[in-house]
């Protein structure tokens, strides 16, 4: 005899945790694009300097200390993607939650109802790559998080909806 394969029974656990597992969505990539941009500049006129200076004033021997900036922006290419690819978010039914963090992961939940303030900000490097982050603020600052790196129609898409469902599930602050 054949045995039948078990019936689900409703609201098992796994059911359940399939349910309430969130939807993450990650950050685009032009914000890793950015960093690295930054990252090349930075250290690349630093590495000039570092190897300039030394070879014109004490003799080209010493202009061998380009190479520890060289060598931190090598190391930093791969530590920015992967940092990068750390970050999402997703939005659930009461609260949003962040997640980021390579060696130490860090997940923040922001219920709708404790957020006061949420704003959409964009520096001039930010707005060259087409970039804006989303910052909310709560009663507790230590629960005050951002979102870096989101597309300008996300970052108030998102913006909008968080403080829609704030004021509906406003928690009397």
């Known amino acids: ?24 969505i990650a950050l685009p ?8 941009l930054l990252l090349v500049v930075w250290l690349g006129v630093i590495a000039l300097a570092a190897g300039l200076l030394p070879g014109l004033l004490a003799g080209p021997g010493w202009a061998v200390f380009a190479v520890v900036p060289l060598a931190l922006m090598a190391w930093g290419w791969v530590m920015i993607e992967r940092n990068w690819r750390s970050w999402r978010y997703a939005e659930r039914a009461d609260d949003l939650l962040i ?9 923040t939940v922001v219920p709708y109802g404790r957020m006061q303030l949420v704003e959409v900000t964009s520096g001039p490097v930010e707005r060259h790559f087409g970039l804006a982050s989303v910052q909310l603020h709560t ?35």
């Open 99 to 107: 997640s980021r963090g390579v060696l130490w992961r860090e997940e």
């Open 29 to 36: 990539p032009g914000l890793l694009k950015m960093r690295r």
């Open 139 to 173: 009663a507790a600052a230590a629960t005050d998080a951002t979102i870096p790196g989101l597309d300008p129609a996300e970052a108030e898409r998102l913006r909008d909806r968080l403080t829609e469902l704030g004021e509906a599930r406003s928690a009397g602050l």
């Open 1 to 24: 005899m054949a045995s039948e394969p078990a019936a689900e029974v409703p609201g098992t656990a796994a059911e359940v945790r399939q349910e309430d597992e969130p939807v993450w």
